[in-house]
């Protein structure tokens, strides 16, 4: 039975890493995204090239309606399918000191980090807890564990998501779905590009910035069969930086 990963942000950066991954180990993935054709043309490009399958799912995470939709007409074309893993990794930044901060740059975070997790994960929690078996993975940040400076949004909006992590674990894992975090530290995409990379990675124990496929790999171990026993976590991967 084909087994279906939904990763959200899938066109570009980390999502982009991890689509392909999954794939290569074995599942079909829909890459979703929101609005870079494009780039997310090249996701499944490159899934296909590699011996992978995968198909593309655009919505926008922040969108109710715009994500029931796209999840009844995917349904629809796999009326015997089921998606057992899901990785909330769409997210944005929209950097500003609370005294600056606009209502719109506040709830534009939120609504895409937080009430995307909620929005997506309700939708796809009856068909795994069902068949006893689903792995829901929540793309986190350093950010959501210490607080940064100019990020009073997006600090809140990854601190919410791992409290929300926490608690759907306890709810979920009698039903064999686990519900993990993981909180990257600085990674080189899109995200990260504007940043002074030879200062922060001063900051750094191991000197450098983290790469997408080596968060990649961490949400492969979390997506596997073997992480069974693993539920509630945050995983930090950020070159030993303290959190
Ligand atoms: P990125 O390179 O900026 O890519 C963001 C991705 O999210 C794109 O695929 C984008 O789609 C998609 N996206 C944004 N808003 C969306 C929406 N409303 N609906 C659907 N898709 C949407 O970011 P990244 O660095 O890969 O970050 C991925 C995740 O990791 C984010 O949650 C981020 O907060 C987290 N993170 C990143 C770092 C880092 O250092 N990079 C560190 C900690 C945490 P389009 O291409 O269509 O715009």
Redesign the pocket.
């Known amino acids: 039975m084909t087994k279906y990963a939904l990763i959200?942000?899938?066109?570009?950066?980390?999502?982009?890493?991890i689509a392909l991954r999954l794939a290569n180990d074995g599942f079909a993935v829909i890459i979703?995204?929101?609005?870079?054709?494009e780039?997310?043309e090249d996701t499944l490009k490159q899934v296909q090239e590699a011996g992978g399958t995968g198909e593309l799912l655009?919505?926008?995470?922040?969108?109710p309606q715009a994500i029931d939709t796209a999840l009844e007409s995917w349904q629809n074309a796999h009326p015997d399918d089921y998606i057992s893993v899901l990785v909330?990794?769409?997210?944005?930044?929209q950097d500003n000191l609370m005294i600056f901060m606009q209502e719109e740059q506040w709830s534009k975070v939120l609504?895409?980090?937080l009430n995307?997790f909620f929005y997506i994960t309700r939708r796809l929690l009856k068909d795994m807890m069902t068949h006893r078996n689903g792995r829901i993975i929540n793309?986190?940040?350093?950010?959501g564990l210490k607080g940064l400076p100019g990020q009073t949004n997006?600090s809140a909006a990854?601190a919410a998501l791992i409290g929300a992590t926490k608690a759907l674990a306890q709810e979920v894992a009698a039903r064999k779905v686990t519900v993990n975090a993981?909180?990257?530290?600085?990674?080189?995409?899109?995200?990260?590009k504007e940043l002074d990379e030879a200062e922060l990675k001063k900051l750094i124990p191991l000197g450098r910035?983290?790469k997408?496929e080596e968060?990649a790999a961490l949400t492969s171990f979390l997506a596997s069969d073997e992480s069974a026993y693993i539920t509630g976590q945050v995983i930090s991967i950020n070159g030993g930086l303290y959190t």
Do not use: E, H
């Not at 993981?182 to 899109?190: E, L, Q, S």
């Open positions: 959200t942000g899938a066109s570009r950066g980390l999502g982009k890493a979703n995204y929101q609005s870079n054709k780039a997310a655009p919505f926008d995470v922040s969108n909330n990794n769409a997210g944005i930044r609504d895409t980090t995307g793309m986190a940040s350093l950010s997006y990854k993981i909180a990257p530290g600085f990674i080189a995409t899109d995200m990260t910035f983290g997408p968060v």
